[in-house]
C-alpha cells in the first residue's frame, strides 16, 4: 500500500535542466515544487580529481543503469525488437542535474526555418518535395515567440559565443566573447572563409571568462582540462543544472528533493492529474505524492515511457499514422567525418566540450534543395574537445589495426591528425516510432520503452552531401592525407556513438490530432500535466538540442504559472 504524502502545488518527474528551470523559475514566485529524481545528489564535490577516462567516458558511471532500465530496438515492424544492453548510440544520465551533467555544453538556437518547416517547405518547393511517409510539421509556435525565452536561458548559463555572419541567420549577442582560437580552429576557419563559406565560434557554455547571471550566480572560467563529455565540471565552468538554477531554488526554501525515487505512474481521473506514484529504490517503499501540476521533466525516453505507462494520451499507431504518444521520435544524423592528417603538431590534449568553430552554410534551408534529394542540412565544423588517450588514435587509412606498424602510426599522428565533421538534421517517418515493448520489462514489472528506426535514403544523402562538403574544407585545410569514417551508409547501428541528441514522442504542435501538446507545453488530453524537453521536438535540426529544451522550459514555467492562477487550457 503506497503512502500517501501532503499535497505540494508542482511535483517534477526528473531533476535536469528541464525540472532544475521549472524549479528555479517558480519557487521564486512562492510556489511550493518537489522534485523526483532516480539518481542521487550531486555537486562539484563530486567531480574534484575526477578525470579518469576509463571510469567516466568508458564504463559511463553518471549514466542510467542499464540492468534496471534501458529500451528494446529494432529496425522495422516486422522484426523482434531487443533490449539495449550496454550504452553506444546515446547516454542518458542520472542524478540530480541528469544529462546537463555530463554534456559537452554547444548550445544553439534551433532556426526559425525549424519551428516552421512544413510551412516553410512548401512555401519555397511545393507539397511535392516532401517524400511519403515524412510526418513534417510545424511545431506551432515562431522562433520570433520563443526569443525571449533563448535570451533567459543564454543569460542563466552564460554563454560564451560570436554572432553567426553566414546573411540570414539570427543575430544573437551573447553574455560572453568566444572561447579560444587555437591554431587548429584558425586553420579551419580561414581554409572556409577560402571556400567563400561563414565560419564562426561555436556557442560555448563553457565560460570564456568569469562570470555572474542574472539569479546572481558567479562561476569561473573554463580551465580547458579536456574533460567535459561524460564528466561533470568540478571548476562550474561548464554550465549545468547543478551550478546555476538547481542553487536557486534551493536558496529559496520552497523546493524539496527527493532522490533514489522512480516515478512509475502519473495518477490521473477525468482528464486532470491527482499526482504521481513513486518507489524509493533503497527500500522498495512506494509514495504518491499528490500536486496540483505534475511536470514530466525527465530525459525525452522517460517521459514518453512514463506517459505510455501512465496511459495519458493517445499512443501513436505506424499503421494509420494517428494517435501522439511515440509520434516523430527522431534523432541526429551525424555525417562521415574528414580525418586528415598533417606535418605539423597541434596541442590536441588541451580542449574544453565546446571549443571549436563551424559553418552553417549547409544548415537548415540557408541552400537551395530544389535539385538536392533530401530536406534541411547540417553544421559543418571542428571541435578541439581535447584528445583523451583511450578513445582518440587516428591512423591514416590502409594501417593495419595491431602490430608494430600500427604502434608507429599512432605515435605518429597523435597529436597532428584533426577531423572535420557535420553533424545534421533528423527528419520525422510514419514508421520510425517509439511504443512499449510487448515482452521486456524493467525492474518493477513496468514494459519498457521500444524503439522502432532506422535511417532513410533522406538520411543517405544528406550523409553523403555532407561528407563531401567535410573533405573539401579539410583538403583547403592542407592535409597531406584525409580519411573519410562514415563511407556508404547502411542501417542504423546503435552500438556505436553518435550523439545524446533523441528527440520527439511527446510532440507540440497546434493540433491535438498529431500534437500532444500545445505552445506552452501542456498536454492537450490532461490540462494540469506539463511535458517539457526535447520530447516536445517535431523534428531534430542540424543543432545540438539543449539550447531549445532551455527555452522551451522557460515558457512551460510561464505557462505553469498561468495555469495555477487561472486553470484550464492556455492555448
Known amino acids: 500500500m503506497a503512502t500517501k504524502l501532503p499535497k505540494t502545488d508542482i511535483v517534477l518527474v526528473g531533476v535536469g535542466w528541464v525540472g532544475g528551470i521549472i524549479a528555479a523559475e517558480l519557487t521564486k514566485k512562492g510556489y511550493k515544487v518537489v522534485g523526483i529524481e532516480r539518481g542521487k545528489e550531486r555537486s562539484t564535490e563530486d567531480y574534484f580529481m575526477a578525470h579518469d577516462e576509463l571510469r567516466y567516458a568508458e564504463r559511463k558511471e553518471m549514466m542510467q543503469d542499464l540492468s534496471k532500465e534501458t529500451i528494446t530496438f529494432r529496425h522495422n515492424m516486422t522484426q523482434r525488437a531487443l533490449p539495449y544492453r550496454e550504452w553506444g548510440s546515446f547516454l542518458i544520465g542520472e542524478g ?39 510526418m513534417l510539421q510545424d511545431w506551432g509556435i515562431t522562433y520570433e515567440e520563443l526569443e525571449p525565452y533563448f535570451d533567459k536561458f543564454d543569460a542563466m548559463t552564460g554563454i560564451s559565443g560570436e554572432a553567426n555572419p553566414l546573411p540570414g541567420s539570427p543575430q544573437i549577442k551573447y553574455p560572453n566573447p568566444p572561447m579560444l582560437e587555437t591554431p587548429a580552429i584558425k586553420l579551419f576557419k580561414s581554409a572556409a572563409k577560402d571556400l567563400g563559406y561563414h565560419p564562426y565560434h561555436l556557442p560555448s557554455n563553457n565560460l570564456s571568462q568569469s562570470y555572474t547571471n542574472p539569479d546572481g550566480i558567479s562561476r569561473g572560467a573554463c580551465q580547458y582540462c579536456g574533460f567535459c563529455e561524460r564528466f561533470g565540471c568540478e571548476y562550474g565552468a561548464k554550465a549545468s543544472p547543478v551550478v546555476t538554477v538547481l542553487p536557486v531554488a534551493k536558496e529559496t526554501g520552497n523546493f524539496e528533493v527527493r532522490t533514489h525515487s522512480v516515478v512509475r505512474k502519473v495518477l490521473h481521473t477525468n482528464g486532470k492529474a491527482t499526482g504521481v506514484l513513486y518507489v524509493d529504490i533503497r527500500t522498495g517503499e512506494e509514495f504518491i505524492q499528490e500536486a496540483d501540476v505534475v511536470v514530466v521533466s525527465a530525459y525525452q525516453m522517460n517521459n514518453i515511457k512514463l506517459l505510455l505507462n501512465s496511459q495519458l494520451g493517445r499512443p501513436y499507431d505506424p499503421v494509420t499514422g494517428t494517435g501522439v504518444i511515440g509520434r516523430n521520435y527522431a534523432y541526429q544524423t551525424i555525417l562521415g567525418t574528414a580525418v586528415g592528417f598533417f606535418d605539423e603538431e597541434f596541442n590536441l590534449y588541451g580542449g574544453a566540450g565546446s571549443l571549436g568553430a563551424q559553418i552553417d552554410d549547409f544548415n537548415g534551408d540557408f541552400f537551395d534543395h530544389t535539385d538536392l534529394d533530401f530536406l534541411h542540412g547540417a553544421t559543418i565544423q571542428i571541435t578541439q574537445l581535447g584528445d583523451r588517450p583511450i578513445a582518440n588514435n587516428q591512423v591514416p587509412a590502409g594501417v593495419p589495426t595491431w602490430g608494430k606498424e600500427f604502434k608507429d602510426a599512432s605515435v605518429t599522428n597523435a597529436n597532428r591528425a584533426l577531423i572535420v565533421k557535420a553533424q545534421g538534421a533528423s527528419l520525422p517517418w510514419q514508421d520510425n516510432y517509439i511504443d512499449l515493448d510487448p515482452t521486456y520489462k524493467d525492474a518493477f514489472g513496468d514494459p519498457l520503452l521500444r524503439m522502432t528506426f532506422n535511417w532513410k535514403d533522406q538520411d543517405r544523402q544528406l550523409m553523403k552531401f555532407m561528407g563531401e562538403k567535410s573533405a573539401e574544407i579539410m583538403k ?63 523534428q531534430n535540426s542540424g543543432y545540438n538540442p539543449t539550447g531549445t529544451v532551455g527555452a522551451l522550459a522557460y515558457r512551460a514555467a510561464e505557462g505553469i504559472e498561468k495555469y495555477l492562477k487561472t486553470g484550464g487550457s492556455l492555448v
Not at 538556437?109 to 511519403?132: A, C, H, N, Q
Not at 547501428?493 to 511527446?506: F, K, L, M
Open 96 to 134: 540530480t542535474g541528469g544529462s546537463g551533467e555530463h554534456w559537452n555544453g554547444q548550445t544553439y538556437r534551433f532556426l526559425p526555418y525549424d519551428f516552421e518547416i512544413y510551412s516553410e517547405t512548401v512555401k519555397r518547393y511545393g507539397k511535392g518535395k516532401i517524400p511519403k511517409g515524412m
Open 476 to 538: 583547403k585545410m592542407g592535409a597531406k592525407d584525409i580519411k573519410i569514417n562514415g563511407g556508404e551508409v547502411g542501417d542504423y547501428d546503435i552500438r556505436n556513438y553518435q550523439s545524446t541528441h533523441n528527440t520527439g514522442g511527446v510532440i507540440m504542435g497546434s493540433d491535438p490530432e498529431t500534437s500532444a501538446l500545445n505552445s506552452y507545453l501542456q498536454m492537450w488530453d490532461c490540462e494540469n500535466v506539463f511535458v517539457p524537453g526535447a520530447s516536445a521536438f517535431a
